[in-house]
């Protein structure tokens, strides 16, 4: 005799695996400054005030400082990022579009699709110094994981 499984059941259990494969890693970096990845910046993140959600367009604040806290003029910074578990990016295309005051430059056209992880990653130049730096954000429906 074959047993047949509920069309239903099977798909209780591959939406439960699904979502448990797709769960944040729990030792996940959430912080929003830290120095650059060879230490030539000290590279901070800032969320709108009112906190993104979900499918909002919204724009961020970069700030980027020597590592003797001043802060770093004209800097060209290249954005990229998206759901490493899922393998897809941001549904727009963010980038920084200019410099707001010394050191502190405005990253536009941002949007989180879904809820989830997301990772922010910045490749930093200003004269002949380079680094990258990358920040880890969590998007749950009341906003950004803190």
Known sequence: MITRTPLAAVAALASTLLLAACAAPGNLDLSLQHPSTQGKFVVRME????????????????????????????????????MPQHGHGFPTKPRVTHELSPGVYALEGMKFSMTGWWDMRLAIRAGDTADTAAFNVVMTDNGIKR
């Open 47 to 82: 969320p709108p005030a009112s906190g993104p959600a979900v499918n909002q367009l919204h724009a961020w604040q970069v700030k980027v400082n020597a590592p003797d806290g001043a802060p770093v003029s004209r800097a060209a910074i290249a954005f990229d990022g998206g």
